[in-house]
């Protein structure tokens, strides 16, 4: 059945039991391609008789769909021509997120959460202002969405101005069915959406409005009593009680005749709606119901039969070094909580939660309430632990600066998935963290480069009780150990001096070479590889590692007086990055060494391998000892001081 679908419109066709049958093949579909990609498999199976039942109700691009939080998208892409996964989530294939450049059918490409329902506000307004009112926006939201702030800021104008084609969709995969799913249910639905029921109750209002103030105090108490008997008949007195949006639901998002029912009422009803949908994530894929951890929501290679790992690797991640830290820490401090935003196993705070359940705060997909409620915890004598990706780091950037900073709160954040992260595509690779947090007052931020940096940074961070600390650290393996050859009085770590083997007697200005490589994090194994290809060609290199890259340690800027040309690597933006910082430094010091300073560019990076992007960024290190070796020699800027 899927074959014979190339686009919305050739669902028009297919008779309900059709649309069953093609359910079934895309489920098949799905668990055959993503298992050999990876990707997000979960929550795709949980909508698929959804996504058709919206492409069949709905005329698609003409009425928008916002998917929030798009890994929900897979289905989607299928039904709108979209079928070759073969290479999903890598570079000339399909993005693992709805992506303007593929197809006219997607029109949000973030991939952070909360933000569909402002999307369909600001359309359906622009669609009334400019006389579009034929066309309806609909919004899908869930998969967690509904804890993010910005949902209910949305919600709250939406119901401000109600006379829009505006429909919202919630996704709700997170509760099992409710008995309410049925006959009493769809009828009071019915009874809800049609247009007798709303020119009654327009009807009423504005005769009672007739009696002054009397009189809307009792059409006000009458219209009370009549929600909250609906409410309670329907099993949802607690959801979306006080909105004064209509309520399509609960429906049984699998049942494809129900959802295209509700889905009919609310875009009948010509006013904003909201579609309850139950859904189960995984659904039709044993191995993903039967996971309790989280559904297979994001997997990479898998045996379709088993649902089992088709590779596991022995190498220890950054994820991994973290979550046994932070646990061997909270035993010895009582006073270390940990904070997430939704996020408790892949960011490593799980065994943290288990051992200490009162001591580790889960709030859901609400960064910002995250941070600023470490403020408060801080205040209150405790040292929060605040771990997210470093990518949704941005979105509580404000709470950081007013809150945490400006009342030098000590309040340690945990970034993970920093830098180029690869498939995920440009919203989930977290290349503005550095670039962002260091103009934050006060702020420690710290890049460890191995497994015993990350524990020794994060040992330091959460002793500071004065201002914010952050440590940010790649995905993925943390690799093998990197050494240092010795540490200056500052704490900076000298991984590679060519002309010393051991700390000078002299002290680290006593060290002079060709080439000062500040390597940030990871990139300082990069920095080895491209000092060993320029010893080749007889230019000598000195390799530091500031552990603490900001604020800029003054041996950095000593070292840099010492050498002929100061080298950053960051995987971060170029555009005020650390290698910015370090130039300003060594300036107002009174430096002139010339500086190169190497990082991501100042543009949003499409989904590929890390390795990849990378090599896009000139960050592979026979890259850099060309480019270097031409600085050197003069040939290129910033060209090297003389001998």
């Not at 500040?518 to 300082?524: E, F, I, K, L």
């Amino acid at each position: 059945m899927l074959e014979r679908i190339n686009g919305p419109r050739d669902l028009d066709a297919l008779s309900p039991e059709e649309c069953v049958e093609l359910a079934a093949d895309v489920r098949e579909f799905l668990i055959s391609e993503v298992s050999k990609t990876g990707g997000h498999l979960g929550p795709n199976l949980g909508v698929v008789e959804l996504t058709i039942a919206l492409h069949r109700v709905f005329e698609s691009p003409k009425d928008p769909i916002v998917w929030d939080t798009g890994h929900q998208s897979y289905v989607h892409k299928l039904l709108t021509g979209r079928k070759d996964f073969s290479d999903l989530r890598k570079r000339g294939g399909l993005a693992g997120y709805p992506q303007r450049s593929e197809s006219e059918h997607d029109v949000v490409e973030s991939s952070h959460a909360s933000s569909s329902l402002s999307w369909a506000d600001g359309i359906s307004r622009a669609f009334n202002s400019t006389g579009k009112q034929d066309r309806h926006v609909v919004a899908v939201v869930g998969d967690g969405a509904l804890t993010g702030g910005m949902t209910w800021e949305a919600l709250n104008n939406i119901t401000d101005d109600n006379d829009r084609n505006l429909i919202i969709v919630v996704n709700d995969n997170g509760r099992s069915y409710a008995p309410t799913i049925g006959g009493m249910a769809r009828f009071l639905n019915g009874v809800r959406v049609t247009g007798g029921y709303r020119d009654l109750q327009e009807g009423s209002e504005r005769l009672f409005n007739n009696f002054g103030t009397a009189g809307r105090t009792v059409y006000r108490a009458a219209r009370g009593a009549l929600r909250g008997f609906v409410s309670r008949a329907s099993g949802n007195q607690d959801l979306y009680a006080n909105l004064d949006i209509k309520y399509v639901g609960p429906v049984d998002g699998h049942d494809l005749a129900a959802v295209e029912t509700a889905l009919k009422q609310a875009k009948g009803y010509g006013r904003p709606a909201l579609v309850h949908v139950i859904t189960e994530k995984g659904r039709g894929y044993a191995p993903a119901v039967n996971d309790e951890a989280d559904q297979f929501h994001a997997i990479g290679q898998i045996d379709p039969g088993s649902g089992a790992p088709l590779s596991s690797s022995s190498e220890r991640s950054w994820t991994s070094v973290f979550r046994e830290e932070i646990l061997s820490l909270a035993h010895e401090n009582k006073k270390i909580v940990g904070i997430t935003g939704a996020m408790l196993r892949p960011t490593g705070l799980d065994a943290f939660a288990q051992a200490y359940p009162q001591r580790v705060y889960d709030v859901g997909i609400a960064e910002q309430h995250a941070v600023t409620t470490a403020a408060g915890l801080a205040y209150g004598g405790l040292h929060p632990v605040v771990a997210i990706y470093a990518t949704f780091m941005n979105r509580a950037f404000d709470q950081l600066l007013m809150d945490v900073a400006l009342h030098r709160a000590g309040v340690t954040m945990v970034l993970d998935r920093a830098g180029i992260t690869g498939p995920d595509g440009a919203s989930h690779n977290g290349v503005w963290d550095l670039a962002m947090l260091q103009i934050v007052p006060g702020i420690r931020i710290a890049a460890p480069r191995d497994e015993a940096t990350l524990r020794e940074t994060l040992g330091e961070a959460v002793l500071v009780d004065d201002a914010p600390t952050a440590i940010r650290y790649p995905k993925g393996s943390v690799g093998e150990p990197l050494p240092q050859l010795w540490r200056t009085a500052d704490g900076v770590d000298v991984l590679y001096a060519a002309t010393q083997s051991a700390e000078p007697a002299g002290g680290p200005l006593a060290v002079s070479a060709d080439v000062l490589f500040v390597a940030v994090g990871p990139m300082t194994r990069t920095a080895l590889d491209a000092a060993a290809i320029l010893a080749e060609q007889g230019i000598t290199s000195t390799v530091i590692d500031p552990r603490w890259v900001i604020p800029v340690a003054s041996s950095v800027v000593t070292l840099a007086s010492t050498h002929r040309l100061v080298v950053s690597i960051e995987d971060g933006l170029r555009v005020g990055g650390v290698g910015t910082t370090i130039r300003q430094e060594m300036r107002d010091a009174g430096v002139d060494t010339g500086v190169s300073e190497l990082g991501t560019p100042y543009e949003f990076l499409e989904h590929a391998t890390r390795d990849q992007l990378l090599e896009d960024a000139g960050l592979t290190a026979p890259q850099i000892a060309t480019e270097v070796a031409e600085q050197v020699r003069g040939t290129r800027v910033p060209t090297a001081r003389p001998e």
